[in-house]
């Protein structure tokens, strides 16, 4: 895709540090570097994001995340995050699949990610919120 910072990174007109390549995918540092070793991995024929990206390439992403993640663990990390957002509303700023392995060190970290507990509010819905998606698969 002609407007696509990332496809431009493939093509090598945008300069990345690369961290692994195959004919199907390419991982390389997040320019942010929110932890130090902040990874991406995206498939190399673009796909807007995980929702839209074929079985096949997704597959893929996934196992070299995996490998990366493990690199992390061996070097120094001890523990990571994997994370892909999807649209805006949930922070996707750019429109090529990707799928973010954040190295982990302590709890000082620079990167905030918690879940709040809302089952009280919606403890009477769980089974028709579960049918929904379920009849929707
Ligand atoms: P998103 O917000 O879409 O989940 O993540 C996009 C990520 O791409 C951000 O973490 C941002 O730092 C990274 N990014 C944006 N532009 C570039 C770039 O030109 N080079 C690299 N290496 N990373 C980029
Ligand atoms: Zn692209």
Do not use: W
């Amino acid at each position: 895709m002609t407007n696509c910072i990332f496809c431009k990174i493939i093509n090598g007109n945008i300069p990345s540090y690369k961290v692994y390549e195959d004919e199907q995918v390419l991982a390389f540092l997040d320019i942010s570097q929110t932890t130090k070793g902040h990874t991406l991995v995206i498939p190399k024929s673009h796909a807007k994001n995980f929702a839209e990206c074929d079985d096949n390439d997704l597959n893929k992403v996934m196992s070299v995340a995996k490998k990366i993640a493990n690199s992390l663990l061996k070097t120094g990390a001890k523990g990571v995050n994997i994370l892909s957002n999807i649209n805006e509303v949930a922070g996707q700023s750019v429109f090529h699949f990707h799928v973010h392995v954040i190295p982990r060190y302590n709890e000082n970290d620079t990167i905030k990610i918690s879940f709040v507990n809302n089952n009280e509010k919606y403890k009477d819905e769980m089974q028709n919120i579960a049918t929904l998606i379920k009849n929707n698969l």
